[in-house]
């Protein structure tokens, strides 16, 4: 049964600090990976989809590495901005059950 | 951009009535999707549906829930009977099939359920 486990649960970072989010999951039998960014009481939107054939995938400040063998995927967020407050979550798209399996999320504090 | 709509975004009902929940997935996309998130709790899968079909089913989606795809653009999910531990936000997402596999999957706001 595939489990998706992110890193810590909650991070409180001043402004302009560079920082990394975990993401680990047990069944490297995956068709993507995705994050995605959650304010409080709203929806999900999506931030980066690695494909499992692919190493990482970046956008703007946003930058996503994938490690299928070990199942383990990192969100690096450059330059953090109060903005990017939020919880983050990580997500995989496992072969073995065709659905998209999430983490708990980290949930993200950026002091100005 | 094309965007996941759903509406209510919050519906307040009775235990033991019936919901129908709406969402309007991407216009183009071909994979159907409900998910839910109680509160304070991951977000976990229900149901898929493809090819106005249920392809996958979690253990949650008992005899009480159902999906139709009555027209060509929206997608609902109905609660035969509500319970009070039905209460969650719920959440449609759409994918196009993509290459190799899945595409990604783009989700709605979320409809606020609450069961009182």
């Known amino acids: 049964k595939q489990e998706v486990t992110q890193i810590p649960a909650a991070l409180s970072v001043p402004e302009g600090e560079n920082l990394v989010l975990n993401c680990s999951f047990t069944?490297?039998?995956?068709?993507?990976l995705q994050w995605f960014r959650q304010d409080p009481g709203k929806g999900l939107t999506s931030l980066l989809l690695?494909?499992?054939?692919?190493r990482e995938q970046t956008s703007g400040r946003l930058n996503a590495s994938l490690d299928k063998s070990s199942g383990r995927s990192t969100l690096y967020i450059a330059a953090s901005q109060p903005g990017d407050s939020a919880t983050y979550l990580c997500a995989v798209y496992s072969s073995n059950t065709g659905k998209l399996i999430f983490g708990q999320g980290t949930t993200l504090q950026v002091k100005p | 951009e094309p965007e996941v709509t759903q509406t209510p975004s919050h519906q307040v009902t009775q235990m033991g009535q019936e919901v129908i929940l709406r969402c309007v997935p991407i216009s183009n996309h071909l994979y159907f999707y409900w998910y839910r998130q109680i509160l304070g709790q991951k977000v976990e899968f229900l149901v898929s549906f493809y090819n106005n079909e249920i392809s996958e089913k979690s253990e949650i989606f008992d005899d009480q829930f159902s999906v139709e795809r009555p027209d060509g653009s929206n997608f609902t999910l109905k609660i035969r009977s509500t319970k009070l531990e039905d209460s969650a936000m719920y959440f449609c997402?759409?994918?196009?099939?993509?290459?190799?596999?899945?595409?990604?999957?783009?989700f709605g706001e979320g409809s606020r359920l609450t069961v009182l």
């Open positions: 069944d490297s039998a995956i068709y993507n």
């Open positions: 690695i494909q499992s054939s692919q």
């Open positions: 997402a759409s994918s196009h099939p993509g290459q190799g596999g899945t595409g990604e999957l783009f």
